[in-house]
């Protein structure tokens, strides 16, 4: 499984922005897809994930803000993104867990300054 992240980019304090990570490599939808950061100096952290049933989990951090979705039949997963904050700055990492295995994309770099 490969997967492809994009939609990162530079955003003023209180904007949006959209994520798209397309997996493919696989005839079957993908158990678990998310999304993942880390800003500088700090570990990776979980942001928000959606199972194929459409199940989700998000960090307090992102809870209110942040909404997870996914397209099955294209095995995408999104990630809208408002008011963001300038702690909200990072490398946004794709990730997928298919058949007890884990794969990561490879990151895409959201900023968040004025």
């Known amino acids: 499984v490969q997967l492809q992240a994009s939609g990162g980019g530079l955003v003023q304090p209180g904007g949006s922005l959209r994520l798209s990570c397309v997996a493919s490599?696989?005839?079957?939808?993908?158990?678990?897809m998310g999304w993942y950061r880390q800003a500088p100096g700090k570990q990776r952290e979980l942001v928000a994930d959606?199972?194929?049933?459409?199940?989700?989990n998000y960090a307090d951090s992102a809870k209110g803000r942040f909404t997870i979705s996914r397209d099955n039949a294209k095995n995408t997963v999104y990630l809208q993104m408002n008011n963001l904050k300038p702690e909200d700055t990072a490398v946004y990492y794709c990730?997928?867990?298919?058949?007890?295995?884990?794969?990561w994309g490879q990151g895409t770099q959201v900023t968040v300054s004025s």
């Open positions: 959606i199972t194929s049933g459409g199940s989700t």
């Open positions: 990730k997928a867990r298919h058949w007890g295995l884990v794969y």
């Open positions: 490599g696989s005839s079957s939808s993908i158990y678990l």
